[in-house]
T-cell receptor, first 111, second 114 residues
Framework: GDSVTQMEGPVTLSEEAFLTINCTYT??????LFWYVQYPGEGLQLLLK?????DKGSNKGFEATYRKETTSFHLEKGSVQVSDSAVYFC??????????FGPGTRLSVLP | GAVVSQHPSRVICKSGTSVKIECRSL??????MFWYRQFPKQSLMLMAT?????????EQGVEKDKFLINHASLTLSTLTVTSAHPEDSSFYIC??????????FGPGTRLTVL
């Protein structure tokens, strides 16, 4: 079945550092890809998404490009802030099936 | 964007009691809603898929008699944890689809069973 793999955390960065969280997937067909963020004590919020190959999703300084050739959807941000500290989930959705989430990567940004 | 609410946000109950959690889509109609369970520092586990007006589809290993799901309208789904026990303590999150392939998640309900 479909699956999502993320880099293991926790990831600890200093403020203004560059962030990359790797995400790769295994799926049949052409799934849509998502990044969700979960702040402490809260539910998930959609951060960005891409629906087809070579699409770039972006929001709040975060970006991810749908790479079908490498089956990847890595999350990047050029300069992280303390307020970005959260857990980030990569997910895919194949039409007619359910969402599949990665295990999540906890990010801590230190001032 | 689309908003999904959950009520209550936190609930503490005694072992053996039942707890109902509501999930509402506030500004769109959701023919399909999902219920997830999240253990500490873990990812979400899909419990069941709820379609308006029909029985929920439960994932393997989820007890349908323990986790009762009702999707009575296009904007409301409820999850009832029956005869709750301490091992049912968890963070329960619902989500709703708006007709596209995007799910919108509720803020979650933290259940603590004493």
């Amino acid at each position: 079945g479909d699956s999502v793999t993320q880099m293991e955390g926790p990831v600890t960065l200093s403020e203004e550092a560059f962030l990359t969280i790797n995400c790769t997937y295994t799926a049949t067909g052409y799934p849509s890809l998502f990044w969700y963020v979960q702040y402490p004590g809260e539910g998930l919020q959609l951060l960005l998404k891409a629906t087809k190959a070579d699409d770039k999703g972006s929001n709040k300084g975060f970006e991810a490009t749908y790479r079908k050739e490498t089956t990847s959807f890595h999350l990047e941000k050029g300069s992280v802030q303390v307020s970005d500290s959260a857990v980030y989930f990569c997910a895919l959705f194949n039409y007619g099936q359910n969402f599949v989430f990665g295990p999540g990567t906890r990010l801590s940004v230190l001032p | 964007g689309a908003v999904v609410s959950q009520h209550p946000s936190r609930v503490i109950c005694k072992s053996g009691t039942s707890v109902k959690i509501e999930c509402r889509s506030l500004d769109f109609q959701a023919t399909t809603m999902f219920w997830y369970r999240q253990f500490p520092k873990q990812s979400l586990m899909l419990m069941a898929t709820s379609n308006e007006g029909s029985k929920a589809t439960y994932e393997q290993g989820v007890e349908k008699d323990k986790f009762l799901i009702n999707h009575a309208s296009l904007t409301l789904s409820t999850l009832t944890v029956t005869s709750a026990h301490p091992e049912d303590s968890s963070f329960y999150i619902c989500s709703a689809k708006d007709g596209t392939d995007t799910q919108y998640f509720g803020p979650g309900t933290r259940l603590t069973v004493l």
